[in-house]
C-alpha cells in the first residue's frame, strides 16, 4: 500500500457534514452507513452525497500533491466511462490548499470525467481517510461496501465497482420480485 502522505490543515470552520455522523474508521466503515456531505464543485454548485441516491459511488479522497493519486485518476477516468452507463458515479474530493483554480487546472490535465468536489477536512475526518488516496466504494442506498486507503491495483478497483454494481443489482432485483409476488 503507498500513501502520498497525511492530511493535517483546516480550511474551514463551517462544517460540511450535514446530520451529525459519528466518525468511522477506514476499517470499521464496511457495511456503515456513508455520512453525507455538502461540498461545492468547481462550477460553484453544492453537491450532496445524498443527491447520488439509487446509484453507486465511488468516493476518492485525492490531492493534487499525491503521486499515487496521480496514478489511478486515469484507471477512474477509464472507469468511469466504462461503468457510469451501468449506474456508477465516481465522485473525487479534492483535499489540499492549492485553490479551486490550480484543482481544475490539475483535472483537466488529467482528463477528468467525474465530478471533483473542493474538499474540506471533516468530511475526510468522517470518513476515517488519514492517507490519500482514500477510496470507498457506496451502494445505492447509501451503504459502504468497501473501502481502500492507499494506492490499490487497477483490478481492486474494477472488482470492487463490479461487485458494488451487481450487489445493488441483486437488491434492486430482490426488491422489485417481493413487490410483484405481494400484489
Not at 503521486?67 to 473525487?92: A, F, H, S, T
Request: with cysteine.
Amino acid at each position: 500500500m503507498i500513501f502520498a502522505g497525511v492530511r493535517n490543515s483546516s480550511r474551514s470552520k463551517v462544517s460540511p457534514l450535514i446530520g451529525n455522523p459519528e466518525p468511522i474508521s477506514s476499517a470499521e466503515a464496511k457495511g456503515k452507513q456513508a455520512p453525507d456531505f455538502a461540498l461545492q464543485d468547481l462550477q460553484g454548485k453544492q453537491v450532496k452525497l445524498s443527491d447520488f441516491r439509487g446509484k453507486a459511488v465511488l468516493l476518492n479522497f485525492w490531492a493534487t500533491f499525491c503521486g499515487p493519486c496521480k496514478v489511478e485518476m486515469p484507471w477512474l477516468v477509464e472507469l468511469q466511462k466504462q461503468y457510469g452507463p451501468q449506474g456508477l458515479e465516481i465522485l473525487g474530493v479534492a483535499l489540499d490548499d492549492s485553490g479551486k483554480d490550480a484543482i481544475e487546472k490539475f483535472a483537466k490535465g488529467m482528463g477528468v470525467n467525474y465530478t471533483i468536489l473542493q474538499g474540506q477536512d471533516a468530511v475526510g475526518d468522517a470518513y476515517g481517510a488519514v492517507g490519500l488516496p482514500a477510496t470507498y466504494y457506496i451502494d445505492r442506498n447509501g451503504k459502504i461496501i468497501d473501502s481502500a486507503l492507499g494506492l490499490v491495483s487497477r483490478s481492486e478497483i474494477e472488482n470492487n465497482i463490479k461487485k458494488s454494481l451487481a450487489e445493488n443489482r441483486s437488491e434492486a432485483e430482490t426488491a422489485s420480485g417481493r413487490v410483484k409476488a405481494a400484489s
